[in-house]
């Protein structure tokens, strides 16, 4: 760190909102601990980063068209994945390789994100300054606890369940690699790909933050100390924000409803996806609040019985409401669980089947719905949740437990620490 100077901590991420949010929330925390800070993020987001008075450095791309290939092409297959996000960032490479050196520039710690692993690594490394990977689902923490996030949870085993994580960590940075070496192709003056950051066997392997809770994932025994669960990182409702009217009035003139909304993983099946969700609020007889992106964007008639809506803080909504149906991403799923509310999920693709099969383990959803049966499962579902008390309950202690934590907190003085530059 420069001697006498404030630090600065460049935040580096790249995907849709539930990839942003937690770090801006992270961004706001550490500038009120006292650093200087920069978030690197997609510039779509900007309208979202906005109100919190970020310095700020846009992304290319459209993370939008990353979430509905990976949804309309890929589906749970993990090599399927790796190449649609390959086809995406091979794209953009070149010229957000232009921002990140920029907002590297006198870093004193990069903090990184899943999809900015290797490009946030090899800028530490070049500035010979202190990184942290920073994520939002378990990776790059081989332990027999769990199978990796985009792997099935079959019953074979501990080895079966390492030798996932193993895999993934593989198939992503043999990924990157060949993705670079194509970016340094196109600029010869790029350095070589340093070595994978998280191995065991290195001097100082880089430190990983997790954005989850324990109680929701226990921290697993065979973790090394370098892999920290600090709790989640929440971003309430940006400053100034109020709640639209017709949400209010809809929410005082009756029964709590049931929120449906799928992220930015609107894919080819949209219409046919909302028509059965519509059929089973419908045949269970309860209400809805339908997140379309916008009001104007459904393409289907709704009854008086569900209303559609835009974009509503989940920190603010999920507590009024009575359940979440939802695509299982680690932002929504955190949400929900925060808010004591049952999860009804519906895993399109990439980690989000991990998730799905987390919240019926612990007892507060039931189990994942299937796109091919949705209306089936998910009129059962909602009746199991309406006739199953403990599954509310249970969701509600787990509410209670991430409510007395500090995740984001607890994230920043872990990075304040590894820069010396004291406690929050």
Known sequence: MRTGSTPLVTLLTYGTRGDVEPFVALAVRLRRAGARVRLVAPETFRGLIGPYNLEFSGLPGDPQALARGMVDRAGSNVLRMVGVMARHIQQIAVDAMHVIDEACQEADCIVHSFLMTASGHMAAVARGVPEVSAQLFPVFSPTGAFAGPTFPGLPLGPAYRRGTHRLNAMIYWQGSRLLYAWVRRQRRDLPALPAYPFSRRAPSPVPILYGFSSAVIPRPSDWGPGSLITGYWFLGPPPGWTPPADVLRFLENGDPPVYVGFGSMIGRNWEALLRQTVAALDEVGLRGLMATGSPLAVGVDLPASILPIGDIPHTWLFPRVAAVVHHG???????????????????????????????????????????????????????????????????????????????TGKAVEEILRLLGAGHI
């Open 329 to 407: 991403g680690a932002g929504t799923t955190a949400a929900a669980l925060r808010a004591g509310k049952p999860s009804l999920i519906l895993p399109l693709t990439a980690d989000q089947s991990f998730w799905a099969r987390r919240v019926q383990c612990l007892g507060a959803g039931p189990p994942p719905l299937r796109r091919r049966k949705l209306q089936h499962d998910l009129s059962t579902g909602l009746r199991l949740v309406r006739a199953d008390r403990s599954m509310a309950q249970r969701a509600g202690q787990i509410g209670s437990e991430i409510s007395r934590e500090d995740g």
